[in-house]
């Protein structure tokens, strides 16, 4: 893993920052940590279909998921001038107020390995898709969900820290749901199936 720092100024949107970063570094990845504070926070809330905004001294809490070359899955939590905590999905349009400082963690492929495509030969007996999630995460559900339905054999580790779900197939990684959904939607992952 590669750890990169990312600073950010007064008034940088922090999710195209953060898609910016792992477009330039070409590699999945995670954010490990980050201490900061926004101006306006756009987050989406379940069952809501449009953006929640909210505008003030907010300081960040939390912000975890994936980032990577096909976009990112993040969860923000931060709190208002009353302390009262808030969350969601980030969503574009999130600016910083003062600064950010943030470490992302790269995941890296072995020296002289070319990144696999689902599908790839895969040599070993083991599933080809390995999927860590969190109990009570409805994104780790969903993607499991997902694997079942369409016979896709898979090993499954549960954790209780990171960003969730994080799924690789063939020792590579994806991303999250979103990006599983999409490979599901091109059709790249019949390949996965039990015959």
């Given at each position: 893993?590669?750890?990169?720092?990312?600073?950010?100024?007064?008034?940088?949107?922090?999710?195209?920052?953060?898609?910016?970063?792992?477009?330039?570094?070409?590699?999945?990845?995670?954010?490990?940590?980050?201490?900061?504070?926004?101006?306006?926070?756009?987050f989406a809330c379940p069952?809501?279909?449009?953006p929640t905004v909210l505008?003030?001294?907010?300081?960040?809490?939390?912000?975890?998921?994936?980032?990577?070359?096909?976009?990112?899955?993040?969860?923000?939590?931060?709190?208002?001038?009353?302390?009262?905590?808030?969350?969601?999905?980030?969503?574009?349009?999130?600016?910083?107020?003062?600064?950010?400082?943030?470490?992302?963690?790269?995941?890296?492929?072995?020296?002289?390995?070319?990144?696999?495509?689902?599908?790839?030969?895969?040599?070993?007996?083991?599933?080809?898709?390995?999927?860590?999630?969190?109990?009570?995460?409805?994104?780790?559900?969903?993607?499991?969900?997902?694997?079942?339905?369409?016979?896709?054999?898979?090993?499954?580790?549960?954790?209780?820290?990171?960003?969730?779900?994080?799924?690789?197939?063939?020792?590579?990684?994806?991303?999250?749901?979103?990006?599983?959904?999409?490979?599901?939607?091109?059709?790249?992952?019949?390949?996965?199936?039990?015959?």
């Open positions: 893993m590669r750890a990169l720092p990312l600073h950010l100024e007064a008034g940088a949107d922090i999710r195209r920052a953060l898609e910016a970063l792992a477009q330039r570094e070409g590699a999945e990845g995670f954010v490990l940590s980050v201490v900061g504070n926004l101006r306006r926070a756009a069952g809501r279909d449009q505008e003030g001294e907010l300081e960040i809490i939390t912000l975890q998921g994936t980032v990577g070359p096909q976009g990112v899955h993040l969860h923000l939590s931060f709190s208002d001038a009353e302390c009262q905590v808030w969350g969601g999905h980030l969503e574009h349009g999130s600016q910083i107020l003062r600064g950010a400082d943030l470490l992302v963690g790269f995941l890296t492929a072995p020296t002289g390995s070319a990144p696999a495509s689902p599908g790839q030969a895969h040599r070993s007996g083991e599933p080809r898709v390995q999927i860590t999630v969190a109990e009570g995460c409805p994104w780790s559900s969903r993607a499991l969900r997902m694997l079942r339905s369409l016979g896709i054999p898979h090993h499954t580790q549960v954790s209780d820290t990171g960003p969730v779900p994080l799924i690789q197939i063939d020792g590579q990684p994806i991303g999250g749901y979103d990006a599983l959904a999409e490979l599901h939607g091109r059709g790249e992952l019949e390949a996965l199936r039990q015959p």
